[in-house]
């Protein structure tokens, strides 16, 4: 996972100071590489022990480490030749146990956990619901918006779980923003980007695909969805 894809994964755990870390090495990453730790902290007015923790958040060892994965992304470091290989580890590294425990609370203390999603995404998500299913019927998957909305209108203590690859689809923003304005608890999974839906949630999951379109269909991989959520199915097992 490069340095951008833990910010935003990571987005989360950062202070508004954090914040302003980020966007700094994102605009002088070649300067940074070169940095000393007191120096970066002097150029944006803060403390060593600041950076240090910052790079913790973010799953380095160190500023060091994070140094030198910078020093990768520039000199364009090879990435393993089979492009499934990389989609698949690139979803396991952006799977965030601590979290995957933050969900599973939620699921635990709420009387139902009602998800929603939308065309081929809805149909891949419904196999990962019908695991949770299984499990315990609190778990429901809903494929018509009215009914949804219906839901909300009248539930108490339930949870609800949009899966939404863009995070920009009209339909699930509107059922989102109903469920939040009717201060219902709102998880999402989305594609790994700053989106609408991700920022309406409490607790936003994310996995990492790239779209596909071919003859004017979209052929996009769905196998992140599956690898995220089967991850929480396991961790609800336990």
Known sequence: MNFE???I??????TELEDDLVDYILNHKEEVVEMKIVHL??????VPN???RFCHKLGYKGFSE???????????????SNPQAVLLLKNIDLIDKVREAKVISAFQKAKAVNFYAV??????AKICVDNFYALDDKFLF?????KLR???????????FFISLSGETDSVIDLATHAKKLGHIIISLTNLTDNRLSRLSDISLFCYTEKEIVDNYDVTDKTPILIVMHSLFQTFLK
Request: no cysteine; net charge neutral; hydrophobic share 30%.
């Open 5 to 7: 894809s833990r910010t």
């Open 9 to 14: 994964n990571f987005d989360y755990k950062l």
């Open 41 to 46: 902290a002097q150029t944006i007015y803060t």
């Open 50 to 52: 600041t950076i240090t």
């Open 66 to 80: 994070l140094k030198a994965e910078l020093r990768h992304e520039i000199t364009d470091k090879k990435l393993p």
């Open 119 to 124: 065309g081929q995404t809805g149909l891949v």
């Open 142 to 146: 809903y494929t018509y918006p009215n």
């Open 150 to 160: 219906h839901r909300m209108e009248h539930a108490e203590q339930e949870i609800f």
